[in-house]
């Protein structure tokens, strides 16, 4: 952050807006600050801290059966149930990848909206938030809502153009609903390469509500959603296999050096498959 010559604390979302229209000189929105730290770009030369709008509290509202994340809640908040989270599978779940994310000193300053903006490739609380069918609420002109598939397909032109997450909503699940986590790793502790979480109700080896985050096999973690259309409403003994395969096969991962695009694809599906049988069984 060397190139930093201006720091503005805002104190409202059109203040920040109105800063980060400006051409000159270029401006990032800071709130944990984990992410600009050692690797803010060169030409980023004016910084926006967001910390006075607010946007840390989690609330439930009730009446429409949501979960409301602020922007700047952080993933230790998350860890720790802080606000309004109510302790069911739908906690556990975001708890446990809050977790996976970073260690203790990370997660007490990386925010969620942080956590969606820099998505990388197999970030466990994004595929979370994905399985989970969260939507943010976007600041340009206007606000509006939007899913958070929809935002992480168009991340870089969508930021472009000046914008702002202010909220993280998720419906609410039911006590039917269940969650699993799986992953691989370099080790038990080390970030993951690929990851799965699924989120399911089942009654009587029937699937209902499923959804299918995955990490590691595309630049930011995308739903399964061939795969959650092919089980839905479907005998799990019967379909499982016949939809796994073709939905797994689609897949086009990336091919690095923590792992081949062959490795990444087989992973995916092994992981898929135990998330699901998981889920399921509990």
């Known amino acids: 952050m060397l190139n930093i010559k201006e720091y503005h604390r805002v104190e409202t979302i059109e203040e920040a807006l109105a800063l980060l229209r400006r051409k000159h000189p270029a401006a990032a929105i800071v709130s944990g600050g984990t992410a600009l730290v050692g690797s803010a770009p060169e030409q980023i ?127 609410v699940a039911s006590p039917d609903l269940r969650f699993a986590y799986e992953r691989v790793a370099r080790t038990p502790r080390d970030y993951p390469i690929v990851c799965v979480v699924v989120r399911c109700a089942v009654k009587d ?21 061939a795969l959650e259309f092919g089980l839905e409403k479907k005998l799990l003994a019967d379909f499982l296999e016949r939809e796994l395969g073709p939905a797994i096969a689609a897949l086009n991962p990336p091919d690095d050096w923590l792992g081949s695009a062959a490795y990444r694809r087989e992973m995916a599906g092994v992981l898929t498959r135990r998330a699901i049988l998981r889920a399921t069984s509990q």
């Open 45 to 171: 030369e004016a910084v926006i801290d967001i910390a006075a709008l607010g946007l840390n509290q989690i609330t439930l509202d009730r009446e429409r059966n949501v979960l409301i994340l602020g922007a700047a809640v952080t993933h230790q908040m998350l860890v720790e149930g802080a606000g309004d989270l109510p302790n069911t599978p739908l906690f556990d779940i975001l708890r446990t990848t809050a977790h996976a994310m970073s260690g203790l000193n990370i997660r007490n300053r990386a925010t969620l909206a942080g956590a969606i903006v820099t998505a990388d490739s197999a970030s466990p609380l994004v595929t979370a938030l994905l399985a989970c069918d969260a939507e943010i609420t976007l600041h340009t002109d206007q606000a509006r809502s939007l899913p958070l598939s929809g935002f992480l397909a168009y991340r870089e032109r969508i930021l472009s153009e000046d914008a702002l997450i202010s909220e993280i909503r998720l419906p």
């Open 205 to 225: 080896g029937i699937l209902g509500s499923v959804k299918i985050g995955v990490g590691g096999v595309a630049a930011t973690p995308i739903r399964l959603t």
